[in-house]
């Protein structure tokens, strides 16, 4: 199992846990908006260590944006396997491809 496997099932567990007992828990019961703006927070930090070129930095927060990604997910109840599938789905396609094939709306 990868990481970000394991990492998701423990998130998951953590749905019904006591929020007094966990981080992960104490955000889920926030709902899903609340995550959701977590997730939102933490991508800004990255993207400021991005942009400053901290190496260092941009590792930590990277994984942060990680952890909170998949607390979103688990939020919504969308499994990280469909994710990772809709990435393998467009593995080997060209993203200039792929952008071209999308329903003009
Ligand atoms: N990877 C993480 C992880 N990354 C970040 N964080 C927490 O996310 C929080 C974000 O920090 P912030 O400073 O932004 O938040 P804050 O200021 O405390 O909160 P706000 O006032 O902004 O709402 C911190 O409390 C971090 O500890 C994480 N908490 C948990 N995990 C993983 O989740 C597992 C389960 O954790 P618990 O649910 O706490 O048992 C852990 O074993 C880890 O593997």
Known sequence: MSILHELAATIDARKSADPDSSWTAKLLAKGPEKCAEKFGEEAIEAIIEAVKGDRSKLTT??????????????????????????????????????????PTS
């Open 61 to 102: 927060e990277g994984a942060d944006v990680l952890y909170h990604f998949l607390v979103m997910l688990a939020a919504r109840d969308v499994p990280l396997d469909d994710v990772l599938n809709e990435l393998a789905r467009r593995q080997g396609l060209s993203g200039l491809v792929e952008k071209a094939a999308r």
